[in-house]
């Protein structure tokens, strides 16, 4: 999949982004206990993909967690090494990754998914899923849905929203089970569901 939109789309408006995320970024207190509760304490390294400004990054390395930020946008990537001293960040896509198979204890994909085109989700989670050492955790937060899976204009470049049920389908298909699920929506943006599943590898 050619990820190159997304990346100038990105980089195009990366400044404001990383204000954004530091000057207001604080994690929903359900979402926050959600992924501490499934990628802490795991014995084996941990990649965020699709880290962003690197604050998931550094929320689970705080919490002792091996983890390393990925990311597709040089700014965001420079960003975080800058200012997130401890784990560490690398340039890459979810979708080329230069990681051994079966090598990872737990993957973050929180909205790093919601660009991909819904043919090519099944691509991408069985690659995470190849990734996973067995009993590996996948944390993925997406869009929900009520009205089955849905494109729109996000802010940054078109996304998609999926039912809960839906991607838990996908992710079962590539060989990971659910585990846990979150459902929640802010009052800031009562128009926006917001899902995350945690899933394990078989």
Known sequence: MDLQPVRDAYS??????????????????????????HLTGLAGPVLDLGCGPG????????LGADVTGVDLVPEFVAHARATRPGPQFRLGSMTELDVPERSLAGILA???????????LDRVLTGF?????PGGILVAGFFDSAD????????VITAYRWPVDVFAQHLAAAGLVEVQRLQWQVAQRPDRRYAAIAARAC
């Open 110 to 120: 929180w909205y790093s998914t919601i660009h991909l085109p819904p043919p090519e």
């Open 12 to 37: 195009s408006r990366s400044g404001q982004y990383i204000d954004l995320v530091d000057e207001d970024w604080q994690a929903d207190d359900d979402a926050a206990v959600f992924v501490r509760r």
């Open 148 to 155: 089955g899976v849905s494109d729109f204009d996000h802010a």
């Open 55 to 62: 604050q998931w990054t550094a929320y689970l390395h705080a």
């Open 129 to 133: 899923r190849g990734l996973l050492a």
